[in-house]
């Protein structure tokens, strides 16, 4: 007797996902930016599997896999963020067990794309503070380390921007120390 492995394909893979995670096609949908019509034919098999690299990234980020678990996906020639920010928020996901799905039906669903894209490093982390805000608070995270991600992010976006951060340290820290106030910390 033979020892056989079948191995899954990608559409049974997120067929699979949505059942263990009692997640409906319709959210799935909206998180990963496509049309639920989409989703019933990717896991029906009636076309072929995506091989777009933002599809394939946006649902193994849901999916919380690397993309490369897709035989489909490609490796894209868009560079991917590298944000310490983002990987905190991962690692404050992971360490308080909160998983991606749950993170994203926290927010509304207009909103869920582009967390995702946040957390696949498409896009970098807002440098809103209420946006930041929502965030924290959906992590349980203070006033306090979200100010230290919005500081973070604003000398990120000065800089590259052509900001010598340097240079100017006695303007940012006076504009720093004007939002601490602003925020009560």
């Known amino acids: 007797m033979k020892n ?6 990608s559409s049974q893979k997120v067929a699979d996902f949505l059942e263990n995670n009692a997640l409906h096609k319709k959210d799935f949908a909206e998180m990963i930016g496509v049309t639920l019509s989409y989703v019933y034919n990717l896991i029906d098999q009636t076309i072929p599997f995506s091989t777009r690299s933002t599809t394939l990234e946006r649902i193994a980020t849901v999916m919380g896999v690397q993309p490369e678990e897709f035989e489909e996906y490609k490796i894209p020639q868009e560079p991917i963020l590298q944000d310490e920010n983002i990987d905190l928020l991962k690692s404050v996901m992971k360490e308080k067990k909160i998983s991606i799905v749950n993170f994203l039906k926290s927010f509304p669903r ?3 794309v582009e967390i995702v894209d946040i957390l696949r490093g498409a ?3 807002p440098i809103d503070f209420k946006e930041l805000l929502t965030m924290g608070k959906i992590l349980n995270l203070d006033k306090n380390d979200i100010y230290h991600i919005w500081e973070g992010r604003l000398k990120q976006v000065l800089e590259t921007n052509g900001m010598n951060l340097n240079s100017n340290a006695a303007l940012i820290n006076s504009m720093l120390e004007c939002a601490r106030k602003y925020i009560d910390i």
Do not use: C
């Open 4 to 9: 056989q492995t079948k191995t899954q394909t």
């Open 110 to 112: 207009k909103k869920r």
């Open 123 to 125: 896009i970098p982390i």
